[in-house]
């Protein structure tokens, strides 16, 4: 045995000695005690955190205050933490595409109400035929709430035609809950030096505009009725990269100050109990990016090849972390931005 490695041992001895100790002592004190200093107690951590679920504790909460002599205890994750049960949404863009796909999702969790709003005058047949399911999981009990998918004409860039859906939808429901702010545009590849201006100002006014706008006309009703509320905001893996050999700044550009806003908005209506996120998918199979991939086959092989998952994505792939972020499973989340893009962004 070397010097060096002799003279070392007894200090690791010691260390180890120490440690156990150490562990020992936190041991008793947490775990075999009678729990009145651990952090997982409920009055204790009431008192540093906040109100808890109006529903009752939760977790390892409830564990801790159930009893041989309660009811058998039942699971809440899906009962509570992630239920919408009589939550109202608005969801702009939720004609088709990614927009109906996370309305249906809401009504399946439970959601009262969900108010899609889009250009159409008259909702599209998918959407007609989506409304019909929703009905139907509703009326044989199996969703908990009214399965209302509703439909309102509106254009996202008119602030006031917003505002006014929200006040309707607010004096009607006596509530809103979550907002997603789905309605947007992507337009042909444009050259960044001579990008039109009338065109650039169209991109920015439906996806930087018309997102604030479809944020305001759901915040202001959550600020008033004081339930709080999610408002999620569908930005794009395209906010935070650029896709390769695509020449979209106008898309790119208005994706990165949906993030932005998603932050400020987030930082100055976390006090009302009002949480604003971004959720940022990568590639998708939808009308808007069908109008590159079935007008230029070659592209789908080269997109699945850009993700570790060596595909592109379903819209369904978004039903969990839209319920996600418009329930209670995510009332510590705020300011954030989730990307959805089978790993694009990690390479
Ligand atoms: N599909 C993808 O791969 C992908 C990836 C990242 C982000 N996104 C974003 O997701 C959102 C939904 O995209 P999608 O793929 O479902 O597209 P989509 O074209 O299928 O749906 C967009 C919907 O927005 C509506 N819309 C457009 N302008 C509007 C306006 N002024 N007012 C009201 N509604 C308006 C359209 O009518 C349409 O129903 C968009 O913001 C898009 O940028 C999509």
């Keep these: 045995m070397s010097f060096a490695l002799r003279s070392r041992l007894p200090f690791a001895a010691t260390a180890i000695r120490r440690q156990a100790v150490f562990s020992s002592v936190r041991w008793r004190g947490y775990a075999t005690g009678s729990g009145k200093d651990s952090p997982l107690n409920v009055d204790q951590q009431q008192s540093k955190t906040g109100q808890q679920p109006s529903y009752g504790p939760i977790g390892v909460n409830a564990a801790l205050k159930y009893t041989e002599n309660d009811p058998a205890p039942s699971p809440t994750i899906f009962k509570h933490e992630f239920s919408l049960a009589d939550r109202v949404a608005l969801v702009s863009g939720g004609n088709r595409g990614l927009g109906l796909e996370m309305g249906l999702a809401l009504i399946e969790a439970g959601a009262r109400a969900v108010y899609c709003v889009d250009l159409a005058k008259e909702p599209s047949d998918e959407w007609q035929a989506v409304q019909k399911y929703a009905q139907k999981l509703a009326s044989t009990g199996k969703t908990g709430g009214d399965g209302r998918l509703e439909y309102i004409t ?12 929200g006040k309707q939808i607010g004096d009607k429901e006596g509530r809103l809950d979550a907002c997603v702010a789905a309605a947007g545009i992507l337009k042909n590849h444009t050259d960044c030096l001579t990008y039109p201006a009338a065109q650039f100002r169209q991109v920015m006014d439906v996806n930087v505009n018309g997102v604030l706008f479809t944020a305001q006309a759901a915040g202001q009703q959550m600020d008033r009725f004081g339930n709080g509320g999610s408002i ?7 906010g935070s990269i650029t896709n390769k050999d695509h020449a979209w700044t106008s898309y790119n550009s208005s994706k990165s100050a949906v993030l932005q806003m998603g932050r400020s908005m987030a930082c100055e209506l976390g006090p009302r109990r009002i949480r604003v996120n971004t959720l940022s998918p990568g590639h998708i199979y939808t009308n808007m990016t069908a109008a590159y991939l079935d007008t230029q086959p070659h592209l789908l092989d080269k997109w699945a090849s850009l993700n570790p998952m060596g595909r592109i994505g379903r819209p369904d792939e978004l039903r969990g972390v839209v319920t996600w972020l418009a329930s209670d499973a995510s ?6 931005d989730i990307i959805v893009s089978g790993g694009h962004h990690s390479w």
């Design 331 to 336: 009332t510590f989340c705020t300011g954030s």
């Design 232 to 238: 999620i905001l569908i930005a794009s893996m395209s």
């Design 154 to 165: 509106g254009n996202v860039t008119n602030q006031d035609e917003m505002w006014q859906i």
